[in-house]
């Protein structure tokens, strides 16, 4: 139960600083993927980016604390979910209309966490803790590869809206293995507790594959976020990293699925209720801002 309190407010404070960012790059010039050093100086001069950025940060960092705590299976869509507070936020600060879909999600996000928690028991105190690090270096270096040719292919298009929801989904997959690599961190915590994770986490691979993941996950989301609204280009991201965690998270891990077929389908529902709750969000992307110099610059 705590894992997933602890996933519910990580989440909370994680979209309320990707909502601040988002305000924060309609004041900001075009960002053009290609061109890093320019997206980065851009950035760290933006005070309110860099606020949401904080709040994004620390909201990551409960999520390793949840996955400590919980099954990769529960935590990950557990926070997945919380990210749809964010249709709230938008609805209520930021004036944006909330539509059948939304309402919907935000009805179906108590019955998803209710299942999840239903799918608890004792066996599941028992987490999933090392990786196999033969796999984790395949997948990480496989997709990062994958995204980095994206990254240079999508950064000539000049169709704003059409590469949004692709970078949104290429975002998703660095996510995902930010995602694993906090799932490493998670563990190492259960293993060895607030007074020794810090040296445990130095000579680990977790720090550093999760430092290559953010670096070109930020580049390709905040370029997402300003192409697009975040309540498109965020969904997008949040299922295409979440499917990839839960999936990839529990095989690497080896981490075991209730044996209970009870729970197990109620730990199953709960997952396709959490991605129902993401998918009923738009569809069709919007405009990410007012003003009319979108067209990023040619590199």
């Known amino acids: ?21 988002q305000r924060a790059l309609a004041r900001l010039p075009a960002l053009n993927p290609n061109r890093v050093p320019h997206l980065v ?33 529960v935590a990950q869509p557990v926070f997945a979910a919380g990210m749809s507070l964010m249709i709230l936020f938008y609805a209520v600060l930021l004036g944006d209309r909330i539509t059948r879909g939304e309402r919907v999600a935000l009805l179906l996000m108590p019955v998803a966490l ?16 090392r990786a196999d690090l033969r796999l984790l270096f395949l997948v990480t270096a496989a997709t990062v590869l994958g995204c980095v040719t994206f990254l240079a292919l999508v950064g000539r298009q000049r169709r704003q809206a059409a590469s949004a929801v692709l970078l949104g989904a290429a975002a998703g997959l660095m996510q995902g293995v930010a995602g694993l690599q906090a799932k490493g961190l998670g563990g190492l915590l259960a293993e060895h507790g607030p007074g020794g994770v810090i040296p445990a986490a130095l000579t680990s691979p977790y720090p550093y594959l999760y430092g290559v993941a953010w670096a070109i996950g930020i580049v390709l989301f905040q370029t997402s976020l300003q192409r697009s609204r975040a309540s498109i280009t965020a969904p997008v991201a949040n299922v295409v990293g979440n499917v990839f965690v839960v999936l990839l ?47 990023p610059p040619q590199a």
């Open 114 to 129: 209710l299942l999840l928690f239903l799918s608890l028991g004792p066996a599941d105190a028992h987490l999933g803790t």
């Open 41 to 73: 100086v851009t950035l760290a001069r933006s005070p309110r980016w860099l606020g949401g950025f904080a709040l994004a940060a620390t909201g990551a960092i409960g999520l390793v604390v949840a996955l400590s705590l919980a099954p990769v299976s």
């Open 1 to 21: 139960m705590t894992g997933l309190l602890v996933a519910l407010f990580a989440a909370a404070i994680y979209a309320t600083g990707l909502a601040i960012e």
């Open 249 to 295: 998270g529990t095989i690497v891990f080896a981490e075991a699925l209730p044996a209970d077929p009870y729970r197990l389908t109620l730990r199953v529902l709960g997952i396709l209720a959490i991605f129902g709750v993401i998918l009923l969000m738009p569809s069709s992307p919007g405009p990410a801002r007012t003003a009319p110099a979108t067209t």
